[in-house]
Nanobody, 123 residues
C-alpha cells in the first residue's frame, strides 16, 4: 500500500507563492496517475488538478488554471504543486491522492490519500 506525505504549506499573504510536495513511499508511484485536492472549512473536498503517469498531461480546475502548476519528480517519488498568485479563497488543506477509478474530478474516485498540508492566505 502506497503512503503519501504532503508538505510545504504555511501562512502567506495574498499574491505570494508556495511549493507543495507529495512524497510517496513506493517507487511504483511513477506509474500512478496523481491528483491534488483541497478542502476549506465547511466545504467539500475540491478538485485542483491531476497529472498523467508520464507527466506529459496535466488537468486543472478552472479556478486555479494559470496560477497553479503540477509536475512530477520521478527520481524523488514526488509530485509537486506550485501555487502562485495566491488569494484568500485558496485557503484550505491541500491533499494529494493516487489510484483513481472513474471521474478524476471527484474525490470519491480516489483510493489513497496523504494527511494534507494547510495553506492559509491572508488579505
Amino acid at each position: 500500500q502506497v503512503q503519501l506525505v504532503e508538505s510545504g504549506g504555511g501562512l502567506v499573504q495574498a499574491g505570494d507563492s508556495l511549493r507543495l510536495s507529495c512524497v510517496a513511499s513506493d517507487e511504483t508511484f511513477e506509474y500512478y496517475v496523481m491528483g491534488w485536492f483541497r478542502q476549506a472549512v465547511g466545504k467539500e473536498r475540491e478538485f485542483v488538478g491531476a497529472i498523467s503517469r508520464s507527466g506529459s498531461n496535466v488537468y486543472y480546475a478552472d479556478s486555479v488554471k494559470g496560477r497553479f502548476t503540477i509536475s512530477r519528480d520521478i527520481a524523488k517519488n514526488a509530485a509537486i504543486l506550485q501555487l502562485n498568485s495566491l488569494e484568500p479563497s485558496d485557503t484550505a488543506v491541500y491533499y494529494c491522492a493516487v489510484e483513481v477509478e472513474g471521474d478524476y474530478h471527484s474525490y470519491k474516485s480516489w483510493k489513497y490519500w496523504g494527511q494534507g498540508t494547510q495553506v492559509t492566505v491572508s488579505s
